[in-house]
């Protein structure tokens, strides 16, 4: 069955970095436009970034531009989210949803000092 396991959460300061990571299986990676996602607590889930099945097509959410990149490895069925310059406004549960419309288990980001 499909499975998304995002891994790479965790606690840092403002101003720092994390890169998150989405394993995929169970279905063509290749084919299918992957994407983050991210819900802050009484806040709505809202896409942060997508990328398309090649690579060569990314968006991202206007506050996250220039800070965040998302980017794939088809070779390895895998989805990374590079994130710098973080704020505490970036503090969320982060989700992988891929395009066969399946999501992840979410990976926790909490930017504090």
């Known amino acids: 069955q499909v499975q998304l396991v995002e891994s790479g959460g965790g606690l840092v300061q403002p101003g720092g970095s994390l890169r998150l990571s989405c394993a995929a299986s169970g279905f063509t990676f290749s084919n299918y436009r992957m994407s983050w996602y991210r819900q802050a607590p009484g806040k709505e889930r809202e896409l942060v970034a997508g990328?398309?099945?090649?690579?060569?097509?990314?968006r991202y959410l206007d506050s996250v531009k220039g800070r965040f990149t998302i980017s794939r490895d088809n070779a390895k069925n895998t989805v990374y989210l590079q994130m710098n310059s973080l704020k505490p406004e970036d503090t969320a549960v982060y989700y992988c949803?891929?395009?066969?419309?399946?999501w992840g288990q979410g990976t926790q980001v909490t930017v504090s000092s």
């Open positions: 990328i398309i099945s090649d690579g060569g097509v990314t």
């Open positions: 949803y891929a395009g066969i419309g399946s």
